[in-house]
C-alpha cells in the first residue's frame, strides 16, 4: 500500500544537538511538507518542497532545515539553534497542485528535548 | 495577514447533528478543504470544495460561499468515533493555511 513513513516514532534531543526527522513516500507525489504541532494548537508550515532539488522555508523555518535529493525522500534536521523543539513533526505530501487532491500524513515523530 | 478563523470547541450529541464554521481571509483561494485528527494522531483528509454548494460523502458534507468567505463542515448521525479536531484548511500559493481546529466533543 502506498503512504508515508516517518520515523522514529518517538525521539529525545539533548540540549545543542541536531538530530534529523525521516519521511519517505511511495505515492509518487511532487510536493511534501513538514509541519510542527504544538499541543492543542494547529499546523504550522516548517519547509516545503515542490520538487526535487528544490525546497522554499515555511512561517517557523528558523532553527530547521531540510534537503530533497530524492521524490520519495524529505528528511527534516532539528538543529541546536532551535530554542524549543519539543512538539509533534508531520510530514506530508500531495500531488502538485493546491491541495485539492488532499494531502496524505505520516503518523508524525513526537520530538521531546530532556 | 492570512487566517482562518474557527470555534476552538463544539460539544454534541451522539446520534445528533453539528456544524463546524470556518471563515478565512486569504490572499488566494484554491479551495476549503477539511481534515479530522484524533488525538495523538496524523490528519486525515474529509473533503474539499472548490466551488460554492454543498458535498456530501457519506455521514459528512461540506459547504463553501466563496462570496462570504465561509465554509462548514457538517456532521449527521454522531458516532463517538468522531470525537476529534476539525480542521479547515485553504489552498493559497500552493500551500495550505491551516485554521486552529475544533476540538468536537460527543455525549452519549
Known amino acids: 500500500d502506498g503512504g508515508i513513513t516517518q520515523s522514529p516514532k518517538y525521539l529525545f534531543r539533548k540540549e545543542g544537538q541536531n538530530v534529523t526527522l525521516s519521511c519517505e513516500q511511495n505515492?509518487?507525489?511532487?510536493?511534501m511538507y513538514w509541519y510542527r504541532q504544538d499541543p492543542g494548537q494547529g499546523l504550522r508550515l516548517i519547509y516545503y518542497s515542490q520538487i526535487v532539488n528544490d525546497f522554499q522555508k515555511g512561517d517557523i523555518a528558523e532553527g530547521y532545515s531540510v534537503s530533497r535529493e530524492k521524490k520519495e525522500s524529505f528528511p527534516l534536521t532539528v538543529t541546536s539553534a532551535q530554542k524549543n523543539p519539543t512538539a509533534f513533526y508531520l510530514c506530508a505530501s500531495t500531488r502538485q497542485g493546491q491541495g485539492d487532491y488532499g494531502y496524505t500524513f505520516g503518523s508524525g515523530t513526537r520530538l521531546t528535548v530532556v | 495577514g492570512q487566517s482562518l478563523e474557527q470555534p476552538s470547541e463544539v460539544t454534541a450529541v451522539e446520534g445528533a447533528i453539528v456544524q463546524i464554521n470556518c471563515t478565512y481571509q486569504t490572499s488566494g483561494f484554491y479551495g476549503l478543504s477539511w481534515y479530522q485528527q484524533h488525538d495523538g494522531g496524523a490528519p486525515t483528509f474529509l473533503s474539499y470544495?472548490?466551488l460554492d454548494g454543498l458535498e456530501e460523502t457519506g455521514r459528512f458534507s461540506s459547504f463553501l460561499s466563496r462570496s462570504d468567505s465561509y465554509g462548514y463542515l457538517l456532521l449527521q448521525e454522531l458516532q463517538m468515533k468522531d470525537s476529534a479536531s476539525y480542521f479547515c484548511a485553504v489552498g493559497s500559493n500552493y500551500q495550505l493555511i491551516w485554521g486552529a481546529g475544533t476540538k468536537l466533543i460527543i455525549k452519549p
Open positions: 470544495n472548490a
Open positions: 505515492l509518487n507525489h511532487d510536493a
